[in-house]
C-alpha cells in the first residue's frame, strides 16, 4: 500500500512540529566488479529509504530510515521530533521559503534501467586484453569497478511543497599496471556519464594503461621550485578539497580558508569555477537541490575573484542573502548541506602539450595521494601531497618521477594558475568535478 | 532475536540454488546510528538512523551474483534468490535443500553500559564538556567542534555450507577539532576516541581529554615552524602512528591486490620484507577495540593473522573469494561497508607488536631527527609501494631531545623500503581508530604500534633543514 507521505507530514506538525520534510530516495544500482580476465562480480541493488526533517522552536532533528513502510516511516517521524529535543535553537534554521520545479530538465537515460546486467557485463568483456594490447610492458587490468544508478527523489513538506527528479549516472574506475623486471607501477582512471552507452571503456583502459607506462622507472629528484602542471584528473582531485571550504557553512563557522574572502582576489584572472547544475555532462545536474530550492548555474570564482559561497536555507538566511540552491545531499542518510552540483574548473584553449611549452620546465603531476586524508587543509589552506608524475625541460618529457612532495599554499595555487587546457575531464567521486589540465607557475617540490 | 528466522533463511539459500551454483549466501544488517555535531556553543544537527537491509548472493566457479533488498520479508528475499537463479541459470529449476547450523556467538564488541542507557540530552551534555575543556585552553582557541556518533550494528550471515552466524559491533566514536587563530593564521588540532564500548567510557574525563588535546595541538601548530624538506630520520610515536604500517605495507597485503599482480607484496611469502626486529599482525578477535569482529561479513571466523613475522613476510589477509582461489583457508578479512556492498579483503585491527627498545631511548639516541606526535591519515600505491602520510603535530629532534614544534609535514616513501630500515621498537604501545576507504567502501580499522623509529623518510615541508 502506498504511504500517504502529505499525511505523514500533517502528523508532524500536530505532533509538535513547526515544519516537517520529508526526503524520498529511490535508487536502482547495478555494480560490476573484477580484476584481469575475470569480470564476474555482478550486483543489484533497490536502496529506498527517506530522511525527515523536522523543526520545532527553532531547534532541527532528523531522523532517516530504509524501513519505507507506513510504521517504519512514522517510527522515523517519532525519532526526528525526539532527537530534536536535544538541539540547541538557532534563529536560522527551517525549510527553504522558496521551491523549485520538476518540469523541464531530465536527467535520465532509460537504458541505465532498462539494459539488463549482463548486457553491461558484455560491454566490460576484453578490457584486460585490450590493456594488454596497449603496450607489452603492460600487465593487465588489476582492478575494475562500474556503478550505475537510477535515483527518483521526491520531496514532500508542510510549507505544500511536493516535487519529484530523476536522474541517472553511471561511472566506471580501472586500475591498469605495467610490470617491468618486478619494477610495478599502476595507473587508475575514472569516467562518468548520463549514459551507459556515452562511457568509453577502451578509452579509459588506454587513459591509465598511458598513465602507468609513463610513471616506469620513476625516481625522485631533488627538492626545487618548478613550475607544476595537475593533469585533468588531479585537478578534479584539487576541486574537490576547495569544494568543502566553499561552503557557507565552514565558513560561517570559521574553518575555512575563505574566511572573509567573498568579493576578495583569491585566484590569478585565468582561474574561473563555476557550478552547473545544468552540465549536460555532469552527473549532479539537477532542476532543484536536496531542499527542493531551484538550482541555476553561477560563477563562483570569476577570474579569480570569489563571487559566491554555497548556501542552503540556513546558511543563506544568517547570511541575509539570496538562496544559491546548494543545499545538497549525498543521500537520503544526510542533511543537506552547502554542497555544489556539477563543479567545473571552466577551460582554456591550451592542449596539455602546449602548456608544458608555456612553462619550459616543470613537473607534469599524474597522480596525487594524501589529498583527502589530511594532505590540503581547507581549514588552513596548507597543502603538501605526495605526487608522481613526468619531469619535463623544453615542454618535453625527461624522467619518471615518484616519491616527492609538493608543498606550499592553496592560496598560492590558486594565484599562480598561468593557464589552464582545453582537454576537460569529469569524474564522479564524492561529487561531480569537472576539470582539464592546469599549469600552476611554480610550486614547491621536496625530493631528495 | 534474529534479523531473520533460520527457516526461511535456509529457505532464501535451497532458491538461490535451485538452478544451479556453488555456493549462496544472505547477509542481513539491522544498524542503529545517533550522530550530534556540536559546533559554535551549540547542538545544532541531532540525527537518527535506523537501516535495514539484505543481500543475497550465489556464486558460480568465477561469477558472483547478487540481488540487495532494503525489504526483508519472505517475498522480497524470495525475489531476489529467484532473481540470481535465474541470472546464473545453470540448469532447469530442481529442488535444493539447506540445513543451517547456528555457530557459537563471539562478540568482540564491550559494552558495560548500552546506548540505549542515557538519553539524547545527557550525550549531548558530553560534547559541551570537551568545548569547554578545549577553549579553556586559551584565547587563541577561536573555534571549536565535537561531533559523536554511536553505531550498534548487528549482522547475520547464512550459507549453504551449512554455517548460520550473528555478529553485534557497537562503536562509539567521538571527535574533537579546534580551531586557534593568531598572527593571521588559523591552524587545526585534532582529537578522537573510538572503540568497542559503551557509554561507561564516558563517564570519567575522556570527553574534556579530548577537548584539551584537541586545543593543544592547535596551539601548538599555531606557533610552531614549518617543517624542513628532504630526507630526515623519523621517530614515530606509538599509537595512531601506526597508520605508517596500514598504508605502508596492509594495502598491499590484502589479497585481491596481491592476486590481481597489483601489489609490491606478490610472491613474497618467506621473503624478508621489513627488518628482522618488525612482527606485524592483523588481529580482529581484540575485545573492545575499533576493528574488531567476532565473525566477518562473510561469516568466517575472525582470527588474528601473522603478516610480518621478524621481518619475513607470512600471510595475506583473505576474503571468501580469495582463500579459495589461493586454495588456502579463509582469514576472516572479508568485509563490507554495509548490506549495498560486496565483500573485500579488508583490515581489522594492524598493527607492529612491541619490541625492546624503552621509548624515551629512542629520541636520546636520535641526533638529529623529526618526532611525529600524531598524525591524519595516509594512502598507498599499492602496486608500487609508495605511500604518503600527513603529520599533523611533530617536533624537531635535535641532540637526542625534543626541540621546537613543526607543521606541515608529508612523510613520503615506499613500502618495502621504510620497513627495513625500522632500527629501534619501544616496548610501549597503543591503538587509535581510522575509517579505512577502499574501492568506495569505508570501514572501521584500527592502526596500532610502539614508538619505533625509521632512519630514512622524505619529508615534504617548505622550510630550511637543520
Known amino acids: 500500500m502506498m504511504i500517504q507521505y502529505e499525511k505523514i507530514v500533517s502528523d508532524g506538525l500536530r505532533q509538535g512540529a513547526d515544519e516537517v520534510e520529508l526526503y524520498i530516495h529511490k535508487e536502482k544500482t547495478t555494480r560490476i566488479s573484477g580484476s584481469k580476465s575475470t569480470i564476474g562480480a555482478v550486483s543489484t541493488a533497490d536502496v529506498n529509504g527517506v530522511g525527515i526533517r523536522v523543526f520545532r522552536d527553532n531547534r532541527l532533528g532528523f531522523a532517516q530510515t530504509s524501513v519505507l513502510t507506513e510504521d517504519g516511516v512514522r517510527k522515523a517521524l517519532a525519532e526526528a521530533l525526539d532527537v530534536a529535543l536535544a538541539g540547541d535553537p538557532d534563529e536560522f534554521n527551517g525549510l527553504p521559503d522558496m521551491a523549485g520545479s520538476s518540469s523541464g530538465w531530465e536527467y535520465y537515460d532509460d537504458q541505465v534501467v532498462t539494459m539488463e546486467p549482463q548486457a553491461k557485463l558484455k560491454l566490460l568483456a576484453g578490457l584486460h586484453d585490450h590493456a594488454r594490447a596497449v603496450d607489452s610492458r603492460v600487465s593487465g587490468l588489476t582492478e575494475l569497478l562500474y556503478k550505475d544508478q537510477a535515483i527518483e527523489v521526491r520531496i514532500v513538506n508542510s510549507k505544500g511543497v511536493d516535487i519529484t527528479k530523476r536522474s541517472t549516472a553511471a561511472q566506471a574506475f580501472v586500475e591498469v599496471c605495467t610490470d617491468v623486471g618486478g619494477d610495478l607501477q599502476s595507473g587508475y582512471g575514472l569516467r562518468c556519464a548520463r549514459k551507459v552507452t556515452d ?15 609513463k610513471l616506469l622507472g620513476g625516481k625522485p629528484i631533488s627538492s626545487r621550485e618548478a613550475a607544476v602542471i595537475f593533469e585533468p584528473l588531479t585537478a578534479c582531485e584539487l576541486l574537490g578539497v576547495l569544494s568543502f571550504a566553499l561552503g557557507a557553512d565552514a565558513v560561517q563557522q570559521g574553518r575555512s580558508m575563505f574566511v572573509n574572502k567573498v568579493g576578495e582576489q583569491v585566484g590569478s584572472d585565468q582561474l574561473t569555477i563555476t557550478d552547473d547544475p545544468e552540465y549536460e555532462a555532469g552527473e549532479r545536474s539537477q532542476p532543484f537541490d536536496g531542499e527542493g530550492v531551484a538550482s541555476v548555474r553561477r560563477e563562483i570564482i570569476s577570474a579569480g575573484r570569489l563571487t559566491s559561497l554555497f548556501h542552503d536555507a540556513s546558511t543563506a538566511r544568517k547570511a541575509g542573502c539570496a538562496l544559491t540552491g546548494h543545499g545538497n545531499r549525498g543521500n537520503y542518510r544526510s542533511l543537506p548541506l552547502p554542497m555544489p552540483s556539477n563543479l567545473r574548473i571552466m577551460p582554456g584553449q591550451y592542449a596539455q602539450e602546449e602548456l608544458m611549452r608555456m612553462a619550459g620546465n616543470g613537473l607534469l603531476v599524474l597522480q596525487v595521494f594524501g589529498l583527502t586524508t589530511g594532505g590540503a587543509d581547507q581549514v588552513s589552506g596548507h597543502l603538501s601531497v605526495g605526487v608522481s608524475g613526468v619531469w619535463f625541460e623544453h615542454g618535453e618529457p625527461v624522467q619518471s618521477v615518484r616519491e616527492v612532495t609538493v608543498s606550499g599554499s592553496l592560496f598560492d595555487l590558486l594565484n599562480r594558475v598561468q593557464a589552464t587546457g582545453n582537454d576537460v575531464l569529469d569524474i564522479m567521486h564524492q561529487g561531480c568535478w569537472s576539470a582539464p589540465s592546469v599549469l600552476i607557475e611554480r610550486l614547491m617540490i621536496s625530493g631528495k | 532475536m534474529a534479523i531473520i528466522d533460520r527457516d526461511l533463511l535456509a529457505k532464501v539459500l535451497a532458491v538461490a540454488l535451485s538452478r544451479g551454483g556453488d555456493y549462496a549466501e544472505v547477509f542481513a544488517e539491522h544498524s542503529l546510528t545517533r550522530v550530534f555535531d556540536y559546533e559554535q556553543g551549540a547542538l545544532k544537527r541531532p540525527m537518527a538512523g535506523n537501516t535495514v537491509g539484505a543481500a543475497v548472493t550465489l556464486r558460480a566457479g568465477e561469477r558472483a551474483i547478487t540481488a540487495i533488498t532494503h525489504e526483508l520479508d519472505e517475498g522480497a528475499l524470495i525475489r531476489a534468490a529467484e532473481t540470481i537463479a535465474e541470472t546464473i541459470g545453470l540448469c532447469p529449476a530442481g529442488s535444493h535443500k539447506v540445513e543451517l547450523h547456528y555457530q557459537d556467538k563471539r562478540t568482540m564488541t564491550a559494552v558495560d553500559i548500552p546506548f540505549t542507557e542515557w538519553n539524547a540530552q545527557a550525550k549531548a551534555g558530553l560534547l559541551v564538556k570537551a568545548n569547554d575543556a578545549a577553549r579553556a585552553e586559551g584565547n587563541e582557541i577561536a573555534q571549536v567542534r565535537v561531533l559523536y556518533r554511536e553505531q550498534s550494528r548487528r549482522i547475520q550471515i547464512a550459507n549453504s555450507v551449512g554455517v548460520v552466524v550473528d555478529d553485534d559491533r557497537d562503536y562509539l566514536h567521538m571527535v574533537a577539532q579546534a580551531f586557534a587563530v593568531g598572527g593571521g593564521e588559523l591552524q587545526v588540532g585534532v582529537a578522537q576516541y573510538g572503540k568497542q564500548r559503551g557509554l561507561e567510557v564516558l563517564s570519567g574525563d575522556m570527553p574534556e581529554e579530548l577537548g584539551r588535546r584537541a586545543a593543544c595541538q592547535a596551539i601548538t601548530n599555531l606557533h610552531a615552524q614549518p617543517a624542513p624538506m628532504g630526507p630526515m630520520m623519523i621517530v614515530l610515536s606509538g599509537g595512531w602512528s601506526g597508520v605508517l604500517f596500514h598504508e605502508a605495507c596492509g594495502h598491499g597485503l ?21 627488518n628482522e ?55 576472516g578479512n572479508g568485509r563490507r561497508e554495509s548490506y549495498e556492498y560486496m565483500p573485500i579483503p579488508r583490515m581489522s585491527n594492524t598493527f607492529i607488536m612491541p619490541g625492546e627498545d624503552d621509548p624515551a631511548d629512542i629520541v636520546a639516541r636520535t641526533d638529529y631527527g623529526l618526532f611525529v606526535k600524531d598524525m591524519r591519515g595516509g594512502q598507498v600505491n599499492s602496486a608500487s609501494g609508495d605511500f604518503v602520510f600527513v603529520v599533523s603535530e611533530g617536533n624537531i629532534i635535535r641532540g637526542g631531545k625534543l626541540a621546537e614544534p613543526v607543521r606541515g609535514a608529508t612523510l613520503i616513501g615506499n613500502g618495502p623500503e621504510a620497513l627495513q630500515r625500522v632500527d629501534m621498537i619501544g616496548s610501549d604501545f597503543g591503538f587509535g581508530p581510522g575509517m579505512c576507504g577502499k574501492m568506495e567502501q569505508s570501514v572501521q580499522a584500527a592502526c596500532g604500534q610502539p614508538t619505533l623509529r625509521v632512519t630514512e623518510l622524505t619529508v615534504g615541508g617548505t622550510g630550511q633543514g637543520r
Open chain 2, 254 to 274: 590484502e589479497a585481491d591486490s596481491v592476486l590481481s599482480d597489483s601489489s609490491v607484496y606478490r610472491g613474497r611469502i618467506g621473503e624478508k620484507v621489513a
Open chain 2, 277 to 331: 626486529l618488525v612482527t606485524a599482525v592483523d588481529d580482529a578477535t581484540i575485545a573492545g577495540e575499533w576493528g574488531s569482529y567476532g565473525y566477518d561479513d562473510e561469516g568466517s571466523m575472525g582470527q588474528r593473522t601473522i603478516l610480518i613475522e621478524d621481518g619475513v613476510l607470512r600471510g595475506y589477509m583473505h576474503s571468501r573469494a580469495t582463500a579459495e582461489q589461493s586454495g588456502v583457508t579463509a582469514t
Open chain 1, 199 to 213: 562511457l568509453d571503456f577502451p578509452g579509459l583502459v588506454e587513459y591509465a594503461a598511458g598513465k602507468s607506462l
